[in-house]
T-cell receptor
Framework: EPEVTQTPSHQVTQMGQEVILRCVPI?????FYWYRQILGQKVEFLVS????????KSEIFDDQFSVERPDGSNFTLKIRSTKLEDSAMYFC??????????????FGEGSRLTVL | GNSVTQMEGPVTLSEEAFLTINCTYT??????LFWYVQYPGEGLQLLLK?????DKGSNKGFEATYRKETTSFHLEKGSVQVSDSAVYFC?????????FGAGTTVTVRA
């Protein structure tokens, strides 16, 4: 069964360092997403991506964040200069249609980022 | 804006007990409603969904009915199993994103 894969599963970094989280969405999906979950808190939307551009982003997704689909298969989230409060589990997801059009989001297992 | 409020956990049950997790929402328009489940060590998976008022979503013995008059989408299962131990997330969408509730941790004991 096709699945969304994420790497790394866990990354530890120093504050101020750049981090790239990688995702391989399901191959025929058109919409791509990043969510995050700070420990003990709710899953929060960061950004959605369609047709090689951001379709929507949250207030959390500031200038320190960027997304890219560099080669038609990978979908990456870059945090330019990490802060302590960026420590969280980051989930990638993909879908054939938007959730408003009842497109099911398929989530990866997450990448845990720890900023020291 | 959109928001989802769901019952706080954790919830601990014995096998074959009845499970209810309450979920209410605030949204503009007519959102689609979802329940996602996260089993230990795994990503979130869609459990069930409903797209319009009075629709009932069902899967794996779980059910939830889209109640527009009470803006609710409560999750129920008549007889839980140990394998149902997981975190359950209520969510809604009327655009590109899902808005999640805080999640409810359910533990079922044999």
């Amino acid at each position: 069964e096709p699945e969304v894969t994420q790497t790394p599963s866990h990354q530890v970094t120093q504050m101020g360092q750049e981090v790239i989280l990688r995702c391989v969405p399901i191959s025929n999906h058109l919409y791509f997403y990043w969510y995050r979950q700070i420990l003990g808190q709710k899953v929060e939307f960061l950004v959605s991506f369609y047709n090689n551009e951001i379709s929507e982003k949250s207030e959390i997704f500031d200038d320190q964040f960027s997304v890219e689909r560099p080669d038609g298969s990978n979908f990456t989230l870059k945090i330019r200069s990490t802060k302590l409060e960026d420590s969280a589990m980051y989930f990638c997801a993909s879908s054939v249609r938007t959730p408003a059009n009842t497109g099911e989001l398929f989530f990866g297992e997450g990448s845990r980022l720890t900023v020291l | 804006g959109n928001s989802v409020t769901q019952m706080e956990g954790p919830v601990t049950l014995s096998e074959e007990a009845f499970l209810t997790i309450n979920c209410t929402y605030t949204a503009t328009g007519y959102p689609s409603l979802f329940w996602y489940v996260q089993y230990p060590g795994e990503g979130l998976q869609l459990l069930l969904k409903a797209t319009k008022a009075d629709d009932k979503g069902s899967n794996k013995g779980f059910e939830a009915t889209y109640r527009k008059e009470t803006t609710s989408f409560h999750l129920e299962k008549g007889s839980v199993q140990v394998s149902d131990s997981a975190v359950y997330f209520c969510a809604l969408s009327n655009d590109y994103k899902l808005s999640f509730g805080a999640g409810t941790t359910v533990t079922v004991r044999a």
